[in-house]
C-alpha cells in the first residue's frame, strides 16, 4: 500500500486517476487505446452536462436580443461592427456560402473529436491536456452562457442565417433540440478549434503538416462570421476563454504529473518500515 492509499478515500483516487495522463511506456506500446473506455464515458459525461446547461437559458430570449443589440452598440463604437458587411459580400456566391457552411459544421466536433482520439493514440499528455482545457474552458463558457444569454446576428434583421437554412448535416451534428439558440457568448467552435490547433501544432513534428491544425482555428473564425452564427466579439471572448482553460488545464496536468512521479517513486527507508508494521 503506497502512501496516497492511507492519505486518499478511494472513490476520490479512482476519480483523479482519471484524469490522470500516465501509462506505462510498455503497456503504451503494446495496448495503446488501454483506457479509452473509461475516458470516453468521462468525455461523454462533460458533453451531456455541457449541453444539458446550455438548455437552462432557453427561456432568456429577451435578455439575449437586448444583449446582442447592446454588443452590436458596443462593436459599432469602436469600429469592428463588420458582420453584416462580411455576409453580404459572399451572399451572391453560393459555393463560397456552402464552403464557409460546411466550415462551420465539418470543422468543429469532427476536429475535436479527432483530435481527442489521434492525442490519445500518440501523445497521451497531449490528449489529457487537450482534454482538461476544454473542461475548463467549457465550464467558463456555460458560465457565460447562462449569466449573459446572447441571441446570435442570423436572429436579427438584416442577416441570413445560411447554416439552418442550406444546410442539412448541421441537423445531425447539432440536432436543434438540444442546442441553445441563446448562446452566441462565448464562441466555443473558435475557442476549441484554437485547442485543438495549439495542442496539435506542439504534438506534430512533421514539417509543414503541423501547419495544417493552425488553418482550422482561421477558417472557423472566418466562418462563425460570415454564417452569422456570432460577432466578431464572441469569437474574441471564445479565443480567450479557451487560452485561460488551457492554463488551468496545463496547472492540472502538472499536479497529476507530480502525483504520478510520487506514487511510482521507490518508498523511502522510513515508508518501507512504516508499511511492513502494517503488514
Known amino acids: 500500500m503506497g502512501p496516497s492509499d492511507r492519505s486518499e478515500p478511494r472513490f476520490a483516487r479512482r476519480v483523479i486517476d482519471a484524469f490522470n495522463p500516465h501509462i506505462e511506456a510498455k503497456r503504451a506500446r503494446t495496448t495503446p487505446w488501454a483506457g479509452l473506455t473509461a475516458q470516453f464515458v468521462l468525455v461523454t ?22 444583449n446582442a443589440r447592446a454588443l452590436l452598440r458596443f462593436e459599432r ?16 456566391n453560393q459555393t463560397i456560402v456552402t464552403f464557409f457552411n460546411w466550415v462551420y459544421i465539418w470543422l468543429h466536433w469532427p476536429v475535436v473529436v479527432g483530435a481527442l482520439l489521434w492525442l490519445y493514440r500518440f501523445n497521451k499528455r497531449g490528449y489529457v491536456l487537450f482534454r482538461n482545457a476544454i473542461i475548463v474552458s467549457g465550464a467558463i463558457g456555460l458560465t457565460l452562457f447562462v449569466s449573459y444569454p446572447m441571441a446570435p446576428p442570423r436572429f436579427l434583421a438584416g442577416f441570413s442565417d445560411t447554416v439552418t437554412e442550406l444546410s442539412t448535416s448541421y441537423k445531425y451534428l447539432q440536432p436543434p433540440g438540444v442546442v441553445n439558440k441563446f448562446a452566441a457568448m462565448p464562441s466555443l467552435h473558435v475557442g476549441w478549434n484554437l485547442l485543438a490547433g495549439v495542442i496539435l501544432f506542439k504534438a506534430i513534428h512533421h514539417g509543414l503538416l503541423r501547419l495544417l491544425p493552425l488553418v482550422s482555428p482561421v477558417l472557423m473564425t472566418m466562418a462563425v462570421v460570415v454564417t452569422a452564427n456570432h460577432y466578431v466579439i464572441d469569437a474574441v471572448v471564445g479565443a480567450v476563454v479557451a487560452l485561460i482553460g488551457l492554463w488551468g488545464a496545463a496547472h492540472m496536468t502538472e499536479w497529476t504529473e507530480r502525483r504520478a512521479q510520487r506514487e511510482s517513486a521507490p518508498p523511502s527507508a522510513a515508508s518501507r518500515e512504516l508499511i511492513d508494521a502494517a503488514s
Request: no cysteine; proline share 0%; net charge negative.
Open 45 to 66: 459525461l462533460a458533453a451531456l452536462l455541457y449541453f444539458g446547461v446550455r438548455m437552462v437559458t432557453k427561456g432568456a430570449e429577451a435578455a439575449a436580443f437586448d
Open 77 to 92: 463604437s469602436i469600429g469592428i461592427d463588420i458582420e453584416a458587411r462580411a455576409q453580404d459580400l459572399v451572399l451572391g
